[in-house]
T-cell receptor, first 111, second 118 residues
Framework: DIVMTQFPLSLPVTPGEPASISCRSS???????????LGWYLQKPGQSPQLLIY???IRASGVPDRFSGSGSGTDFTLKISRVEAEDVGVYYC?????????FGPGTTVDL | QVQLQESGPGLVKPSETLSLTCTVS????????WSWMRQPPGKGLEWIGD???????NYNPSLKSRVTISIDMSKNQFSLNLSSVTAADTAVYYC????????????WGQGTLITVSS
Protein backbone atom coordinates (compact mmCIF):
# COMPACT_ATOMS: atom_id res chain seq x y z
CA ASP A 1 0.00 0.00 0.00
CA ILE A 2 1.07 3.58 -0.59
CA VAL A 3 1.58 5.31 2.76
CA MET A 4 0.55 8.95 3.01
CA THR A 5 1.94 11.29 5.64
CA GLN A 6 0.96 14.85 6.44
CA PHE A 7 2.46 17.67 8.47
CA PRO A 8 1.69 19.41 10.57
CA LEU A 9 -1.08 17.35 12.13
CA SER A 10 -2.44 20.44 13.86
CA LEU A 11 -2.36 23.95 12.45
CA PRO A 12 -3.68 26.97 14.33
CA VAL A 13 -4.54 29.74 11.88
CA THR A 14 -5.43 33.41 11.95
CA PRO A 15 -8.11 34.77 9.60
CA GLY A 16 -6.56 36.73 6.77
CA GLU A 17 -3.21 34.99 7.12
CA PRO A 18 -1.84 32.28 4.79
CA ALA A 19 -1.64 28.61 5.72
CA SER A 20 0.13 25.61 4.26
CA ILE A 21 -0.16 21.83 4.67
CA SER A 22 2.32 19.29 3.38
CA CYS A 23 1.66 15.76 2.20
CA ARG A 24 4.15 13.08 1.28
CA SER A 25 3.59 9.71 -0.40
CA SER A 26 5.74 6.59 -0.04
CA UNK A 27 5.99 6.29 -3.81
CA UNK A 28 5.69 8.67 -6.72
CA UNK A 29 2.17 9.66 -7.74
CA UNK A 30 3.34 11.14 -11.06
CA UNK A 31 2.13 9.33 -14.13
CA UNK A 32 3.41 9.45 -17.70
CA UNK A 33 0.50 11.71 -18.63
CA UNK A 34 2.05 14.39 -16.45
CA UNK A 35 -0.63 14.23 -13.77
CA UNK A 36 -0.07 13.50 -10.10
CA UNK A 37 -2.84 11.30 -8.74
CA LEU A 38 -3.19 13.28 -5.53
CA GLY A 39 -6.29 14.94 -4.13
CA TRP A 40 -7.09 17.18 -1.19
CA TYR A 41 -10.30 16.96 0.82
CA LEU A 42 -11.71 19.06 3.63
CA GLN A 43 -13.94 17.60 6.31
CA LYS A 44 -15.70 20.42 8.11
CA PRO A 45 -16.96 19.71 11.63
CA GLY A 46 -19.91 17.31 11.55
CA GLN A 47 -19.82 16.98 7.76
CA SER A 48 -18.70 14.55 5.10
CA PRO A 49 -15.42 15.20 3.32
CA GLN A 50 -15.59 17.52 0.32
CA LEU A 51 -13.27 17.66 -2.67
CA LEU A 52 -10.98 20.67 -2.91
CA ILE A 53 -8.18 19.76 -5.32
CA TYR A 54 -7.64 16.83 -7.71
CA UNK A 55 -4.77 15.67 -9.87
CA UNK A 56 -2.41 17.59 -7.61
CA UNK A 57 -3.36 21.11 -8.58
CA ILE A 58 -6.79 21.36 -10.20
CA ARG A 59 -9.38 23.16 -8.09
CA ALA A 60 -12.74 21.44 -7.97
CA SER A 61 -15.83 23.27 -9.14
CA GLY A 62 -16.99 25.89 -6.65
CA VAL A 63 -13.79 25.85 -4.59
CA PRO A 64 -12.56 29.39 -3.80
CA ASP A 65 -9.37 30.44 -5.54
CA ARG A 66 -7.66 31.05 -2.20
CA PHE A 67 -7.03 27.28 -2.21
CA SER A 68 -4.19 25.99 -4.35
CA GLY A 69 -2.39 22.68 -4.70
CA SER A 70 1.17 22.13 -5.86
CA GLY A 71 3.94 19.58 -5.89
CA SER A 72 4.92 16.52 -7.86
CA GLY A 73 6.16 12.99 -7.37
CA THR A 74 6.08 12.36 -3.65
CA ASP A 75 5.82 15.85 -2.13
CA PHE A 76 2.72 18.00 -2.26
CA THR A 77 1.41 21.18 -0.65
CA LEU A 78 -2.02 22.68 -0.09
CA LYS A 79 -1.97 26.43 0.41
CA ILE A 80 -4.68 28.78 1.60
CA SER A 81 -3.72 32.31 0.60
CA ARG A 82 -5.91 34.02 3.18
CA VAL A 83 -7.67 31.86 5.73
CA GLU A 84 -11.33 32.45 6.41
CA ALA A 85 -13.28 31.25 9.42
CA GLU A 86 -15.19 28.74 7.27
CA ASP A 87 -11.94 26.96 6.38
CA VAL A 88 -11.65 25.21 9.75
CA GLY A 89 -11.78 21.44 9.74
CA VAL A 90 -9.59 18.45 8.93
CA TYR A 91 -7.72 18.40 5.65
CA TYR A 92 -6.82 15.04 4.09
CA CYS A 93 -4.63 14.19 1.14
CA UNK A 94 -5.58 11.08 -0.83
CA UNK A 95 -3.59 9.06 -3.35
CA UNK A 96 -5.65 7.78 -6.26
CA UNK A 97 -2.80 6.12 -8.12
CA UNK A 98 -3.64 2.58 -7.10
CA UNK A 99 -5.99 0.62 -4.91
CA UNK A 100 -6.26 0.49 -2.02
CA UNK A 101 -6.69 4.24 -2.14
CA UNK A 102 -5.09 5.69 0.98
CA PHE A 103 -5.56 8.90 2.91
CA GLY A 104 -3.11 10.88 4.96
CA PRO A 105 -3.77 11.06 8.72
CA GLY A 106 -5.35 14.49 8.40
CA THR A 107 -4.36 18.00 9.44
CA THR A 108 -6.68 19.77 11.86
CA VAL A 109 -6.96 23.47 11.04
CA ASP A 110 -8.57 25.68 13.66
CA LEU A 111 -8.64 29.31 14.67
CA GLN B 1 -27.94 17.10 -8.66
CA VAL B 2 -26.80 13.67 -7.58
CA GLN B 3 -27.18 12.82 -3.91
CA LEU B 4 -26.21 9.76 -1.92
CA GLN B 5 -27.93 8.44 1.19
CA GLU B 6 -26.70 5.60 3.38
CA SER B 7 -29.12 3.40 5.28
CA GLY B 8 -28.42 0.69 7.80
CA PRO B 9 -29.15 -0.75 11.24
CA GLY B 10 -27.06 1.54 13.46
CA LEU B 11 -26.17 -1.27 15.88
CA VAL B 12 -24.68 -4.64 14.98
CA LYS B 13 -23.69 -7.45 17.33
CA PRO B 14 -20.15 -8.84 17.35
CA SER B 15 -19.59 -11.71 14.89
CA GLU B 16 -22.63 -10.72 12.84
CA THR B 17 -22.73 -9.15 9.36
CA LEU B 18 -23.01 -5.41 8.85
CA SER B 19 -25.22 -4.52 5.88
CA LEU B 20 -25.52 -1.04 4.44
CA THR B 21 -27.23 0.36 1.37
CA CYS B 22 -26.48 3.57 -0.49
CA THR B 23 -29.28 5.07 -2.58
CA VAL B 24 -28.33 7.29 -5.49
CA SER B 25 -30.83 9.99 -6.39
CA UNK B 26 -30.88 12.75 -8.97
CA UNK B 27 -28.83 11.02 -11.61
CA UNK B 28 -27.63 7.86 -13.29
CA UNK B 29 -25.15 5.38 -11.84
CA UNK B 30 -23.61 4.75 -15.26
CA UNK B 31 -19.98 5.56 -15.90
CA UNK B 32 -18.82 5.77 -12.31
CA UNK B 33 -17.30 3.66 -9.57
CA TRP B 34 -19.34 3.55 -6.37
CA SER B 35 -17.34 3.37 -3.18
CA TRP B 36 -17.54 2.71 0.53
CA MET B 37 -15.31 4.35 3.10
CA ARG B 38 -15.30 4.45 6.86
CA GLN B 39 -14.05 6.63 9.70
CA PRO B 40 -13.70 5.29 13.27
CA PRO B 41 -14.70 7.85 15.89
CA GLY B 42 -12.05 10.56 16.11
CA LYS B 43 -9.85 8.92 13.48
CA GLY B 44 -9.03 9.18 9.80
CA LEU B 45 -10.59 7.83 6.62
CA GLU B 46 -10.22 4.30 5.26
CA TRP B 47 -11.22 3.20 1.76
CA ILE B 48 -13.13 -0.10 1.93
CA GLY B 49 -13.74 -0.83 -1.72
CA ASP B 50 -15.77 0.01 -4.80
CA UNK B 51 -17.88 -1.38 -7.59
CA UNK B 52 -18.29 -0.37 -11.21
CA UNK B 53 -21.62 -0.48 -12.98
CA UNK B 54 -20.42 -3.63 -14.77
CA UNK B 55 -20.21 -5.34 -11.39
CA UNK B 56 -16.40 -5.35 -11.22
CA UNK B 57 -15.21 -4.80 -7.67
CA ASN B 58 -12.05 -3.67 -5.89
CA TYR B 59 -11.52 -4.27 -2.19
CA ASN B 60 -9.02 -3.11 0.40
CA PRO B 61 -6.81 -6.15 1.08
CA SER B 62 -7.06 -5.43 4.81
CA LEU B 63 -10.80 -6.19 4.66
CA LYS B 64 -11.09 -8.29 1.52
CA SER B 65 -11.88 -11.57 3.24
CA ARG B 66 -14.92 -10.02 4.96
CA VAL B 67 -16.26 -7.54 2.39
CA THR B 68 -18.79 -7.85 -0.40
CA ILE B 69 -20.02 -4.87 -2.43
CA SER B 70 -22.93 -5.29 -4.81
CA ILE B 71 -24.95 -3.05 -7.09
CA ASP B 72 -28.59 -2.92 -8.18
CA MET B 73 -28.94 -0.38 -10.94
CA SER B 74 -32.68 -1.01 -11.26
CA LYS B 75 -33.04 0.46 -7.77
CA ASN B 76 -30.17 2.98 -8.10
CA GLN B 77 -28.52 1.38 -5.10
CA PHE B 78 -25.28 -0.27 -4.10
CA SER B 79 -24.60 -2.18 -0.92
CA LEU B 80 -21.89 -3.16 1.53
CA ASN B 81 -21.74 -6.37 3.53
CA LEU B 82 -19.02 -6.73 6.15
CA SER B 83 -18.99 -10.07 7.93
CA SER B 84 -17.70 -11.18 11.34
CA VAL B 85 -17.66 -7.67 12.76
CA THR B 86 -15.87 -6.68 15.95
CA ALA B 87 -15.71 -3.48 17.98
CA ALA B 88 -12.89 -2.35 15.66
CA ASP B 89 -15.50 -2.03 12.88
CA THR B 90 -17.37 0.68 14.78
CA ALA B 91 -17.22 3.73 12.52
CA VAL B 92 -19.10 6.23 10.43
CA TYR B 93 -19.57 4.59 7.05
CA TYR B 94 -19.72 6.77 3.95
CA CYS B 95 -20.72 5.97 0.41
CA UNK B 96 -19.18 8.07 -2.34
CA UNK B 97 -19.01 8.42 -6.09
CA UNK B 98 -15.60 8.01 -7.72
CA UNK B 99 -14.84 9.65 -11.05
CA UNK B 100 -12.24 7.38 -12.63
CA UNK B 101 -11.64 9.79 -15.49
CA UNK B 102 -10.36 12.51 -13.19
CA UNK B 103 -9.42 10.40 -10.16
CA UNK B 104 -11.51 11.99 -7.44
CA UNK B 105 -14.41 11.36 -5.10
CA UNK B 106 -16.84 14.15 -5.90
CA UNK B 107 -20.07 13.21 -4.12
CA TRP B 108 -20.36 11.77 -0.63
CA GLY B 109 -23.25 10.62 1.48
CA GLN B 110 -23.80 12.16 4.89
CA GLY B 111 -22.46 9.06 6.60
CA THR B 112 -24.05 6.65 9.02
CA LEU B 113 -22.66 5.60 12.39
CA ILE B 114 -22.47 1.85 12.87
CA THR B 115 -21.74 0.64 16.39
CA VAL B 116 -20.67 -2.94 17.01
CA SER B 117 -21.75 -3.97 20.48
CA SER B 118 -23.63 -6.74 22.22
Amino acid sequence: DIVMTQFPLSLPVTPGEPASISCRSSQSLLQSNGYNYLGWYLQKPGQSPQLLIYLGSIRASGVPDRFSGSGSGTDFTLKISRVEAEDVGVYYCLQALQTPFTFGPGTTVDL
Amino acid sequence: QVQLQESGPGLVKPSETLSLTCTVSGGSMSGYYWSWMRQPPGKGLEWIGDIYVSGNTNYNPSLKSRVTISIDMSKNQFSLNLSSVTAADTAVYYCARYNSGWYYFDIWGQGTLITVSS
